[in-house]
Nanobody, 127 residues
Framework: QLHLAESGGGSVEAGGSLTLSCKVSKPNRYCYGWFRRIQGKDKDGVAGIDSDGSTSYVDSVKGRFTISQDTAKNTVYLQMNNLKSDDSAMYYC???????????????????????WGQGTQVTVSS
């Protein structure tokens, strides 16, 4: 069974940076996404990385966040720059995706396509 473990969360001032890590228990053919939950609300998508390395982002983080993957380390990252107070949330890594175009595609807009989730890591941005 696949397990995901996030780390790297913390407290930072607005304008600062954090890098989240998601350690994957074993190599697999699926793709990955990052999601976040603001207290009291549903999870929202942040970014996705396909099995061929293609990436996608929601508009609110484009140009500030970067998702990447180190297959040798079985780790997925989310580099977050120029953080804003609105970015404060619990961040979750997820695996899954949909097979299309010869690859697994992970869209942050299709949360229902992710079947394996980590426990989350808290990010708090103070203004």
């Amino acid at each position: 069974q696949l397990h995901l473990a996030e780390s790297g969360g913390g407290s930072v001032e607005a304008g600062g940076s954090l890098t989240l890590s998601c350690k994957v228990s074993k190599p697999n053919r699926y793709c990955y996404g990052w999601f976040r939950r603001i207290q009291g609300k549903d999870k929202d998508g942040v970014a996705g990385i396909d099995s061929d390395g293609s990436t996608s982002y929601v508009d609110s983080v484009k140009g500030r966040f970067t998702i990447s993957q180190d297959t040798a380390k079985n780790t997925v990252y989310l580099q977050m720059n120029n953080l804003k107070s609105d970015d404060s949330a619990m961040y979750y890594c997820a695996s899954g995706g949909r097979w299309e175009g010869g690859k697994f595609h992970c869209s942050p807009h299709r949360i229902w396509e992710f079947g394996t989730w980590g426990q989350g890591t808290q990010v708090t941005v103070s203004s």
